[in-house]
């Protein structure tokens, strides 16, 4: 197994550009997250899913969407990119019978 | 998800020295779990504990569980250069909130 992956592990953005990154994961895991990690401000939650069809806000969900067609991919889509998203992002999945994450190595994400 | 803060923010030790990280909530908990995070790395789950007053070891490392499952903490015996990174302990729910978790530098 793959576990979680991410693509890209690096990107580098203008202001007001768009773009998705890409996650998934071969785990048959139902719960899937996005978090956000920023020096000093730990790992903060941006939006969530607890399977397909399903998702919910975290704690900073505001610039960032997400959809949850299949259970195995959980995309973050940033619509117009501020330098303020300029971050480390990282992408987890869990079954829903434990509350154990498996992250993905990341994408380090800088907005100019 | 269940919210925990974490003591200390940061701490530095010097090799061989032990560490001690705390994390507290004010609800009973129904269970936590414990990440490790190196630097340019991604957390890593070390251990869930699940009942009251829980103790489990892995080598160096101490897990304790409080008899309320309101706090729980992690001990590190003799430091490590191998131990730096972020500690972070994470309540249990839909949403997992890490929080700013514990950084520990270990200077040789």
């Known amino acids: 197994n793959a576990g979680v992956t991410q693509t890209p592990k690096f990107q580098v953005l203008k202001t007001g550009q768009s773009m998705t990154l890409q996650c998934a994961q071969d785990?048959?895991?139902?719960?899937m997250s996005w978090y956000r990690q920023d020096p000093g401000m730990g790992l903060r939650l941006i939006h969530y899913?607890?399977?397909?069809?399903?998702?919910d806000q975290g704690e900073v969900p505001n610039g960032y969407n997400v959809s949850r067609s299949t259970t195995e991919d959980f995309p973050l889509r940033l619509l117009s990119a501020a330098p303020s998203q300029t971050s480390v992002y990282f992408c987890?999945?869990?079954?829903?019978?434990?509350?154990?994450?498996?992250f993905g190595p990341g994408t380090r994400l800088t907005v100019l | 998800g269940q919210q925990v803060m974490q003591i200390p923010q940061y701490q530095h030790v010097q090799e061989g020295e032990d560490f001690t990280t705390y994390c507290n909530s004010s609800?009973?908990?129904?269970?936590i779990q414990w990440y490790k995070q190196r630097p340019g790395g991604h957390p890593v789950f070390l251990i869930q504990?699940?009942?009251?007053?829980e103790v489990k070891k892995q080598k160096r490392l101490t897990f304790q569980f409080g008899e309320a499952k309101k706090n729980s903490s992690l001990h590190i015996t003799a430091t490590q250069t191998t131990d730096v990174g972020t500690y972070f302990c994470?309540?249990?729910?839909?949403?997992?909130?890490f929080g700013k978790g514990t950084s520990l530098l270990v200077t040789p």
């Open positions: 987890a999945s869990r079954t829903v019978n434990t509350d154990t994450q498996y």
């Open positions: 785990m048959n895991h139902e719960y």
């Open positions: 899913s607890v399977g397909a069809g399903i998702t």
């Open positions: 609800t009973t908990l129904s269970n």
């Open positions: 504990l699940v009942k009251s007053g």
């Open positions: 994470v309540g249990s729910g839909y949403a997992l909130n």
